[in-house]
């Protein structure tokens, strides 16, 4: 019995690709609160701290979003943080960005605190970093 070989039909595509220029376009016009996955400004990073998208702030990363709890610290005391200044979560809860759970400090400062709770029990918590 001999086989017989068939070449498959090339499919068409649906559409045209897009251009570049209609890529940025349509990239542009998804951006910020016109765009479908809009979540009010607000997400969560992988180590677990609520970031607020404002594209101004001078420590915004390349997508717009600082911190929250360096933002709630600044509005509260009507100030400009300086790069080297550590905003301490109290509870060592990341989430939990009430005024009175923040502390500004120093990275040495900052560092002595977690090193005394080393081996021990954080208040309310297991995790030894904020």
């Given amino acids: 019995m001999t086989e017989v070989i068939v070449d498959k039909p090339k499919l068409k595509p649906l559409r045209k690709p897009h251009s570049e220029e ?8 998804q951006e910020g ?7 009010g400004g607000i997400i969560v990073d992988k180590e677990g ?9 001078r420590f915004a ?3 717009g979003y600082v911190r ?3 933002l709630v610290y600044e509005r509260y005391h009507k100030c400009s943080l300086l790069p080297w200044a550590i905003v301490h979560h109290k509870d060592g809860n990341r ?4 005024i009175s759970n923040l502390e500004a400090s120093t990275q040495s400062k900052h560092c002595g605190h977690h090193n005394k709770f080393r081996g021990h029990q954080f208040p309310s918590t297991n995790s030894l970093t904020c």
């Fill in 95 to 98: 989430a939990n960005n009430d």
């Fill in 61 to 63: 990363n390349s997508a």
């Fill in 49 to 57: 701290y609520i970031l607020e998208r404002c594209k101004d702030h």
């Fill in 22 to 29: 209609t890529k940025r376009k349509i990239g542009k016009a």
């Fill in 68 to 70: 929250q709890h360096r």
């Fill in 33 to 39: 609160v016109k765009g479908n996955n809009w979540k």
